[in-house]
């Protein structure tokens, strides 16, 4: 080989091997996961050169399923944000967000993107360069979503030539360009307040749109209901949307911001407000409600249809809760006994006690938060004194399956006999009763729904815990006002007698838990005082039935001194001695007690955190507690990991912790809170389901803490 042919080959080698590596110098190492894989992307097709544009875009790959969001997310979620770090005199733009699509998540919709995203932000340069190449920082968070929510962020550097064309991207960006809203100064829109409706007058739309579907994004966030559809109707080249209001909105703007979408096709729609609204009212807070943190939860956003919605889901659900079965088994049992005609009254009567029931308690409940107390979904079980009167009905109730007495003989004769005139009064009976003994339980949807339900109006959370209880109440419903479903209960039979002494045990396992609850509470000595009281409210019911004022007065006798005896261990002495107690357990198992200032060190340590938020009332809670976070693959993760666990015990009353629910837009136990190491209180956690499984469990702790 000649000189110069060797020279030919050596060049030809460096420019291949220049050109390869030319396309380094305009993206950045990517940042991945398990969900998602980001990088940061630059494009100058004139040269890094002084008064040109130079564009960067933070590129999100997800994987399938998974979505980021939209500046305006919808109803829950986060959008992207990018805080750049810039040479002097450059000047970043905000980002030129691409038109959204409509992410469904059961009764939500949000607003987001899957597949490959390009974020593009303008970039002047300025007259003068520094000298040099352009070293560009970009700090990056977004939070992406399936099943679960992951809060995600990236460190991203590229270094540029200065003056060199970068258009190893240019695909890309035109991509993102054509995928930008059309903005033209023909399109223009006005809108007007009728009732709880916004009325959009839309013109100058392309032509090609005329009497299609559009789909409504509002850019602005606390706005528009999201889940509900909006009305569109076309009148030759003017389109006008009905687009319903927020329940809480915020102050209603002079001018907003919209995107129009109608198939892949979107525009740019600025409208001009006519008129205006109020902010809606939100819960009032008590006095000693602690200041709002900077992050907030998607559910208080969560409007009143979707509420109403996931409070019947919820509802619906908690009849499979471990703590509703043993009321729930007296009600089927009902149903088998009953006639058609009775059935129905039953139904509508049970349907009326539950309802009036957990409105009841829900106004009790708004009332004293409204009052200053802190305290949420489940408050009345963190009373002693209500776990031991529960205690004490389950007890009669059991004595009552097991015949030692029946209601009508122990009944005045003309009271007995109102009553049998009136048996619908038994079914809003064990309507009221489901009520009581279902509070501890939290279904599926239930938290997300009852944290909702206390940031609306008093009006509208009476509503959605009316429609918990019309979902459960439901089931019941159907059977009585549906032929086909009656057909299939088992005939009246001799089988009844037995399986009614049968149900007396569930009855006496629950008073075994409530005993239980109330030792936590209180400590040994409280539960061997109610048992002590059990014990003779047993007594005083046989000694009724004997017969005869001298048996009688023993058994009241016997009842007064037990109960005189028994009271004053049924109050928390200080110390809170049911959870000290409780402490050493936990921490045998690893765990730790809950504070905000034991989490604020472990994050600022650099350690992951999980959060039990618990009560020793929560059924809910207990099952988790057994299962999912006993299992040996969930505890050799969390060590694996080095995860810091903290349980938040909430079965006494504790304003901090309910001061940490609401922070989290929940109102009762259980929650489960992951938190990734180094975060603040700015930082939203992964928020797991109420009932957990040792793989969701795994999955989320893979999700969020693998690098």
């Avoid at 890309?172 to 399109?187: E, G, H, K, M, N």
Wanted: net charge neutral.
């Amino acid at each position: 080989m000649t000189f110069h042919a060797f020279t030919r080959w050596a060049l030809a080698l460096v420019l291949l091997g220049a050109s390869a590596l030319a396309p380094a110098q305009e993206q950045s190492a990517p940042v991945k996961s398990l969900q998602a894989a980001a990088r940061l992307l630059a494009h100058a097709p004139e040269g890094v050169a002084p008064g040109k544009t130079l564009w960067l875009g933070l590129e999100i790959e997800h994987a399938p399923h998974w979505h980021t969001y939209w500046k305006n997310p919808g109803d829950s979620g986060l959008p992207t944000t990018l805080n750049w770090t810039l040479p002097a005199g450059l000047t970043a733009g905000e980002i030129q967000w691409p038109a959204p699509k409509k992410l469904p998540l059961g009764p939500m919709v949000n607003y987001g993107f899957e597949g490959t995203l390009l974020l593009p932000v303008a970039v002047s340069l300025p007259a003068t360069l520094p000298a040099g190449p352009l070293k560009i920082d970009l700090q990056a968070q977004w939070l992406v979503c399936k099943d679960v929510c992951i809060p995600e962020e990236g460190q991203f550097s590229i270094t540029l030539p200065a003056g060199t064309p970068l258009t190893a991207h240019a695909a890309a960006f035109a991509a993102a360009q054509a995928a930008q809203p059309l903005t033209s100064p023909s399109i223009k829109a006005e809108a007007r307040v009728s009732g709880a409706t916004l009325v959009v007058r839309a013109e100058g739309l392309p032509a090609a749109w005329r009497g299609r579907e559009v789909a409504y994004f509002a850019a602005d966030a606390g706005v528009i209901d999201h889940a509900q559809r909006e009305q569109a109707e076309w009148a030759g080249e003017v389109l006008t949307l009905k687009v319903p209001l927020s329940p809480n909105r915020s102050e209603s703007p002079t001018a907003m911001q919209a995107v129009l979408t109608q198939g892949p096709e979107a525009v740019a729609l600025p409208v001009t407000l006519v008129g205006g609204w109020a902010a809606a009212s939100s819960a009032p807070a008590g006095p000693e409600a602690p200041p709002v943190e900077p992050w907030q939860p998607p559910a208080p956003s969560t409007g009143l249809g979707l509420a109403l919605v996931l409070a019947f889901l919820g509802g619906l659900l908690l009849n499979l809760m471990p703590c509703v079965f043993p009321v729930l088994s007296l009600k089927a049992f009902s149903l088998v006994q009953e006639e058609a005609g009775q059935r129905r009254i039953g139904a509508i009567a049970y349907t009326v006690g539950v309802v009036l029931s957990f409105v009841a308690l829900a106004g009790l409940l708004l009332a004293l938060r409204a009052g200053g107390e802190q305290i949420g979904w489940g408050f009345q079980l963190q009373t002693p004194w209500v776990v031991a009167a529960l205690a004490a009905l389950f007890t009669l109730i059991a004595l009552n399956l097991f015949g030692v007495f029946e209601v009508a003989l122990a009944l005045p004769g003309h009271v007995a006999g109102w009553r049998a005139e009136r048996p619908w009064l038994d079914q809003a009976a064990t309507g009221v009763l489901s009520v009581a003994i279902a509070s501890p339980c939290t279904a599926p949807f239930m938290g997300a729904a009852l944290g909702a339900a206390l940031a609306l109006p008093a009006w509208q959370a009476l509503a959605v815990f009316a429609s918990l209880g019309l979902g459960m109440a439901a089931p019941y419903a159907l059977i009585a006002f549906v032929p086909a479903l009656a057909r299939l209960l088992p005939r009246p039979g001799a089988w009844m007698a037995r399986v009614r002494t049968l149900l007396a045990f569930p009855m006496l396992a629950t008073v075994l838990w409530l005993v239980w609850v109330l030792g936590v509470q209180t400590g040994i000595d409280g539960a061997v005082a109610l048992l002590v009281l059990l014990l003779a409210v047993a007594y005083a019911v046989w000694a009724w039935t004997q017969g005869g004022w001298g048996w009688r007065l023993s058994g009241a006798v016997v009842l007064g001194a037990a109960g005189l005896w028994a009271a004053p261990s049924f109050h928390q002495p200080d110390g809170a001695p049911g959870v000290s107690n409780a402490a050493p357990k936990a921490q045998a198992a690893g765990w730790q007690s809950w504070s905000p200032e034991a989490q604020a060190q472990a994050l600022a340590e650099g350690k992951p955190v999980f959060v039990d938020f618990t009560a020793a009332w929560c059924i809910s809670c207990q099952y988790n507690k057994r299962n999912a976070l006993a299992d040996a693959a969930v505890v050799a993760d969390f060590a694996q990991r080095g995860v810091v666990l903290m349980r938040a015990d909430w079965t006494l009353r504790d304003a901090t912790i309910t001061a940490e629910l609401r922070r989290l837009g929940r109102s009762g136990v259980p929650v489960y809170a992951l938190y990734k190491p180094g975060a603040t209180s700015s930082d939203p956690p992964v928020l797991l389901p109420e009932i957990l499984s040792a793989s969701g469990v795994r999955e989320a702790l893979a999700a969020t803490l693998n690098p």
